[in-house]
C-alpha cells in the first residue's frame, strides 16, 4: 500500500544545531508540503513543491529549507534551529493543487 | 480576521446525540473544502470531502454554503469513537495565483459514554 513516512519520530536538539527531517511518500504524488504545528494555530504551511526541483515558500519559511531531488522524497532543514521551531512537524503530498492531502504521522522536535 | 475560522469547543455531548459543527471561510475564491479528523498527537486523517450538493457517508453529512462561505459537518448517533478534533480546510488560490490549504484550528469534540 502507498504510504507516506516520517524520519526520525521525536528529536531533540541544541539551539544552533542544522537538523534535517526526512519525508518520504510513495504515492507517486507530484506536490509535497510541510507543515508546523503548534497549541492555538492549528496547521502552519512551511515549504511546499509542485515537482522535481520545485520548492516554495510557505507563510512560516523563515529559518526552513527543502530541496526536491525526485519525487518521492522532500527533506526539511533547519538552518539553525531556534527553541521556537519547537513543535510538531507534519509531511503530506496530494495528487493535484486543489484535492485532498495525506499526512505523515509527524516529528515531534524539541529545541531545548 | 482568520481566512478560516472554527468554534474550538470542546463539544461535550452523550453517545447517540447528534452534533453539528461550523465552520467559516473568507476567500471567495475557494474551490474546494474538506473536513479531517484528528486525534492526539497524531496526524491529520481525511474525513470527507465537501462538495457543493452536500455529501453524506455513513453518520456523516457535510455540506457548503457558498452565498453565506461556510461548511458545516453534521455527526449523528455519536460513538465514543468519534471524540477527536476535527478540522476544516479551505483550498483556493491566492493572490500570487498558486492554491493554498488554510487549516482551521479545530473543534473538539467530546462523546461521553
Known amino acids: 500500500d502507498a504510504e507516506i513516512t516520517q524520519s526520525p519520530r521525536h528529536k531533540i536538539t541544541e539551539t544552533g544545531r542544522q537538523v534535517t527531517l526526512a519525508c518520504h511518500q510513495t504515492?507517486?504524488?507530484?506536490?509535497m508540503f510541510w507543515y508546523r504545528q503548534d497549541l492555538g494555530h492549528g496547521l502552519r504551511l512551511i515549504h511546499y513543491?509542485?515537482?522535481?526541483?520545485?520548492?516554495n515558500k510557505g507563510e512560516v519559511s523563515d529559518g526552513y529549507s527543502v530541496s526536491r531531488s525526485n519525487t518521492e522524497d522532500l527533506p526539511l532543514t533547519l538552518e539553525s534551529a531556534a527553541s521556537s521551531q519547537t513543535s510538531v512537524y507534519f509531511c503530506?503530498?496530494?495528487?493535484?493543487?486543489?484535492?485532498?492531502?495525506?499526512f505523515g504521522p509527524g516529528t515531534r522536535l524539541t529545541v531545548t | 480576521r482568520k481566512e478560516v475560522e472554527q468554534d474550538p469547543g470542546p463539544f461535550n455531548v452523550p453517545e447517540g446525540a447528534t452534533v453539528a459543527f461550523n465552520c467559516t471561510y473568507s476567500?471567495?475564491?475557494?474551490?474546494?473544502f474538506f473536513w479531517y479528523r484528528q486525534d492526539c498527537r497524531k496526524e491529520p486523517k481525511l474525513l470527507m470531502s465537501?462538495?457543493?450538493s452536500g455529501n453524506e457517508d455513513g453518520r456523516f453529512t457535510a455540506q457548503l454554503n457558498r452565498a453565506s462561505q461556510y461548511i458545516s459537518l453534521l455527526i449523528r448517533d455519536s460513538k465514543l469513537s468519534d471524540s477527536a478534533t476535527y478540522l476544516c480546510?479551505?483550498?483556493?488560490?491566492?493572490?500570487?495565483?498558486?492554491?493554498?490549504?488554510?487549516f482551521g484550528t479545530g473543534t473538539r469534540l467530546k462523546v461521553l459514554a
Open positions: 513543491s509542485y515537482g522535481v526541483h520545485d520548492t
Open positions: 503530506a503530498s496530494s495528487g493535484s493543487a486543489t484535492g485532498e492531502q495525506y
Open positions: 465537501v462538495y457543493s
Open positions: 504515492w507517486n504524488h507530484n506536490n
Open positions: 480546510v479551505v483550498n483556493g488560490r491566492n493572490r500570487s495565483g498558486t492554491y493554498k490549504y488554510i
Open positions: 476567500n471567495s475564491a475557494s474551490q474546494s
